[in-house]
């Protein structure tokens, strides 16, 4: 997937994963 928000999605399912 490559998109212009690739590390915003990273980003947002790290944190998911971190609250997780």
Same mark, same amino acid.
């Given at each position: 997937?490559?998109?212009? =928000?690739?590390?915003?999605?990273?980003?947002?399912?790290?944190?998911? =994963?971190?609250? =997780?």
């Amino acid at each position: 997937m490559s998109d212009p =928000a690739e590390p915003f999605v990273r980003t947002k399912t790290a944190l998911s =994963a971190g609250v =997780a």
